[in-house]
Nanobody, 123 residues
């Protein structure tokens, strides 16, 4: 079973920066996609940023130019550098990972989640 351990987050002032990190354990295989979702109170969980094993990135429009996702030197680690933070970025941030396999000719996806890290942007 894959476990995702998150670190970072916390409280920042508007315009400040925070960094989230996530490390996967319990697996010897590479994860195909790693990323971050967030959920603000009363809102649905949304994708913030993702990064494939091939290096392709996706960002939600509201964080483009402010957030940067990266994978560390170690396998199965991902970080999210958040800059120019806004109160609207306040949410619980979840690390997400996807493993894609083909079983008997059928493509399957296994998805894993971290426990969530609170990010609060307030003066």
């Amino acid at each position: 079973q894959v476990q995702l351990a998150e670190s970072g987050g916390g409280l920042a002032q508007p315009g400040g920066s925070l960094r989230l990190s996530c490390a996967a354990s319990g697996t010897i295989f590479s994860l195909d996609v790693m990323g971050w979702y967030r959920q603000a109170p009363g809102k649905q969980r949304e994708l913030v940023a993702s990064l494939t094993s091939g290096g392709s990135t996706t960002y939600t429009d509201s964080v483009k130019g402010r957030f940067t996702i990266s994978r560390g030197d170690a396998k199965n680690k991902v970080s999210l550098q958040m800059s120019s933070l806004k109160p609207a970025d306040t949410a619980v941030y979840y690390c997400n990972a996807v493993r894609k396999v083909v079983s008997g000719g059928t493509p399957l996806e296994y998805e894993y989640w971290g426990q969530g890290s609170q990010v609060t942007v307030s003066s």
